[in-house]
């Protein structure tokens, strides 16, 4: 069974920093395509970055040089380091293992002085 869990949510200030990881177990895929999103208050969940079996990755213009995604194989882990945070990037951030069609539940990250 495929079990997606995110983690390293939390309160950061504005111009802070905080670093996401999704763990992927259980996938007879590997860990093979990796998609973060994220649901802001009163929108619907939107994508944000994705990350390639070779490490490729591309990323939602309002994030593009401010986050970075990046693999671990052997940990089966993909991590999401976010910068130069601002509040509008509060809200609910998934990770989706795109071969199993499976998300996580979900980190809270609030960006507030």
């Known amino acids: 069974q495929v079990q997606v869990v995110e983690s390293g949510g939390g309160l950061a200030q504005p111009g802070g920093s905080l670093r996401l990881s999704c763990v992927v177990s259980g996938s007879p895929f590997s860990l093979g395509i990796v998609e973060w999103y994220r649901q802001t208050t009163g929108h619907q969940r939107a994508w944000v970055a994705q990350?390639?079996?070779?490490?490729?990755?591309t990323y939602g213009a309002s994030v593009k040089g401010r986050f970075t995604v990046s693999r671990d194989d052997a940990k089966n882990t993909v991590y999401l380091q976010m910068t130069s945070l601002n509040t509008d990037d509060t809200g609910v951030y998934y990770c989706?293992?795109?071969?199993?069609?499976?998300w996580g539940q979900g980190t809270q990250v609030t960006v507030s002085s």
């Open positions: 990350i390639l079996r070779g490490g490729s990755t």
């Open positions: 989706k293992h795109v071969a199993a069609n499976l």
